[in-house]
Nanobody
């Protein structure tokens, strides 16, 4: 019912920048929280940054001051601006949404937790 499409990953040298984008589509009533997670090879998936519809933001300590999350609520989109990238930022980055589906004639439907397919970010030394 709700689909997340990510873009913006790629290869960048250490110290460089990348911008990830994620847009939700489908029968959406509202999206409360959108976030970026990442998973490096051999490691568990971890939260990178999150943003509520009310613009409350949260960052992992490892990215504070370097990454910025932002949302475009009108487009059901979330972005991650990544600066001063380090080799340890190399991972597959996943978009996540905590949403409610839209039910015709009713409005708010059930809660949905949706993941994107992931986009690879590789930071070379």
């Amino acid at each position: 019912q709700v689909h997340l499409a990510e873009s913006g990953g790629g290869l960048v040298q250490a110290g460089g920048s990348l911008r990830l984008s994620c847009e939700a589509s489908g029968r959406i009533f509202m999206i409360n929280l959108m976030a970026w997670y990442r998973q490096a090879p051999g490691k568990q998936r971890e939260l990178v940054a999150s943003a509520t519809s009310g613009s409350m933001k949260n960052y992992a300590d490892s990215v504070k001051g370097r990454f910025t999350i932002s949302r475009d609520n009108a487009k059901n989109a979330v972005f991650l601006e990544m600066n001063s990238l380090k080799t340890e930022d190399t991972a597959v980055y996943y978009c996540y949404a905590d949403a409610r589906s839209f039910q015709p004639g009713i409005g708010s439907g059930g809660r949905l937790e949706v993941w994107g397919q992931g986009t690879l970010v590789t930071v070379s030394s």
